[in-house]
T-cell receptor
Framework: RKEVEQDPGPFNVPEGATVAFNCTYS??????FFWYRQDCRKEPKLLMS???SGNEDGRFTAQLNRASQYISLLIRDSKLSDSATYLC????????FGAGTTVTVRA | GEEVAQTPKHLVRGEGQKAKLYCAPI?????VFWYQQVLKNEFKFLIS????????ETGMPKERFSAKCLPNSPCSLEIQATKLEDSAVYFC??????????FGPGTRLTVL
């Protein structure tokens, strides 16, 4: 079983739609969790951390469910510029990455 | 600077040749991580350093891969006798702690 698993997508959504996707992790001792964004095979950039109580950053909402060992990302009012691959990252001291979920927002 | 610098941007090697990649972490960041991203696949952790000491090398293919982070020098990742399957983008990241840091732009290695 992979350490971090994501639905690869792609999720094709119209502008303004809401899109959400999950990521599951296998190591119950994982310390912290993050969502990264990667555009066109460039370097990944930190989108947001994921806190136990859930957190929002503008149109982005992240949730953590430790009992079921998954995290989620929800994007509201999606923009064309949100088109990217979203990487779920789990910190078990070496940063385990998921394979990414591709989101394409169309006009 | 506030960016992680990686050189070269592209590197082409014939099978069996050596490849050496460099990473200059952000000043003040004591942790450096190396990752390999093969086309369409996830990031594979290779090795991490805390200053010049290896912190975690569980991802390193020991027989051909080696890495160093020496004081006052860029960190390096060296692949002896490259194989076709080593073709990938190699990302370096640095941080102040054992948490996600800033990634460099990557070095694209192509082994022919």
């Amino acid at each position: 079983r992979k350490e971090v698993e994501q639905d690869p997508g792609p999720f094709n959504v119209p502008e303004g739609a809401t899109v959400a996707f999950n990521c599951t992790y296998s190591n119950s001792a994982s310390q912290s969790f993050f969502w990264y964004r990667q555009d066109c095979r460039k370097e990944p950039k930190l989108l947001m951390s994921v806190y136990s109580s859930g957190n929002e950053d503008g149109r982005f909402t992240a949730q953590l469910n430790r009992a079921s060992q998954y995290i989620s990302l929800l994007i509201r009012d999606s923009k064309l510029s949100d088109s990217a691959t979203y990487l779920c990252v789990v910190n078990d001291y070496k940063l385990s990455f998921g394979a990414g979920t591709t989101v394409t927002v169309r006009a | 600077g506030e960016e992680v610098a990686q050189t070269p941007k592209h590197l082409v090697r014939g099978e069996g040749q050596k490849a050496k990649l460099y990473c200059a972490p952000i000043k003040g960041h004591s942790y450096v991580f190396w990752y390999q991203q093969v086309l369409k696949n996830e990031f594979k952790f290779l090795i991490s350093f805390q200053n010049e000491n290896v912190f975690d090398e569980t991802g390193m293919p020991k027989e051909r891969f080696s890495a160093k982070c020496l004081p006052n020098s860029p960190c390096s990742l060296e692949i002896q006798a490259t194989k076709l399957e080593d073709s990938a983008v190699y990302f370096c990241a640095s941080s102040r702690a054992r948490v996600p840091g800033v990634f460099g732009p990557g070095t694209r290695l192509t082994v022919l």
